[in-house]
């Protein structure tokens, strides 16, 4: 389709991408999620996902800087067979785009992310379930390749990262390098999607491969000014907002599955 920055739709998809960025500066992801979904309502769906590809890598890599040379070390060692494995995932599931029908993916990841809220509020779980989340080894190197290619092959099908989200609040990183190692994960995957889409011919003629460049800039200024309130809020704060966001997205999610929205 032919659209641009300067046109109404221009407007309010770069309006939309702010608040995107606002969001993800402030949680450290709910980018896609949110920007995406928005977009849906005022393009088509397939052209608002590919318009927030170049727009998720610009922001990813913002938020990647955010750690320093040891701890972006760390991060790539203990994390490098998760973030591969995501890489790969990422790639088939974009093949395989067509193939999937979205309901079914809106409605399970609606029902995960419910749950994964669900069983992050550790004191209303039963104390077996709740020692046994807390005892399991969730970073070795076996499952860290099972669980990043699941995530790798949900988020390229279906733009949703949600999973990889609920994969590193379950390992022991503190808030910013949570966001920072998020920001790397996502920033290795979306990598891969701007060059699959131009093969795939996703952008079409052109247009949409302007405006997403031109609101991934608009994106990252509502990144940078997320990522002033979060230094300014406390964990809790943080944490409150995390579980609200994905509250909302887990309940659209299931809606839209089920064909209600």
Do not use: K
């Not at 998020?182 to 052109?206: C, H, K």
């Amino acid at each position: 389709m032919s659209l641009g920055i300067v046109s109404t739709e221009g407007i309010l998809v770069a309006a939309i991408v702010f608040a995107g960025g606002l969001v993800v500066g402030f949680a450290g992801f709910g980018y896609a999620v949110v920007s995406t979904a928005s977009l849906a309502v005022v393009l088509p769906p397939a052209d608002a996902v590919t318009v927030m590809i170049i727009p998720l890598l610009a922001a990813n890599v913002s938020l990647a800087r955010e750690l320093d040379e040891e701890r972006l070390r760390t991060c790539v060692r203990r994390f490098w067979p998760y973030v591969l494995a995501a890489i790969l995932g990422t790639a088939v599931g974009m093949a395989l785009l067509n193939a999937i029908p979205a309901s079914v993916f809106a409605l399970g990841l609606g029902l995960f992310t419910l749950g994964y809220v669900v069983a992050n509020q550790r004191s209303i779980l039963p104390t077996r379930i709740e020692r046994r989340l807390d005892s399991t080894p969730m970073d070795t190197v076996p499952i860290q390749v099972v669980l990043g290619t699941i995530s790798g092959f949900v988020f390229g099908a279906s733009n949703v990262g949600v999973q990889v989200v609920a994969y590193l609040d379950t390992v022991d990183v503190d808030r910013e390098v949570f966001v920072g190692v998020l920001a790397l994960i996502f920033l290795g995957v979306s990598t891969v999607r701007v060059g699959l889409a131009s093969v795939l011919g996703l952008y079409g003629p052109g247009s949409l491969l302007y405006l997403s460049i031109v609101v991934a800039g608009i994106g990252l200024i509502g990144v940078s000014i997320g990522a002033r309130f979060r230094a300014s809020t406390t964990p809790s704060t943080q944490n409150a907002v995390v579980s609200v966001l994905l509250t909302v997205i887990g309940f659209r999610l299931v809606l839209s599955g089920l064909g209600i929205v």
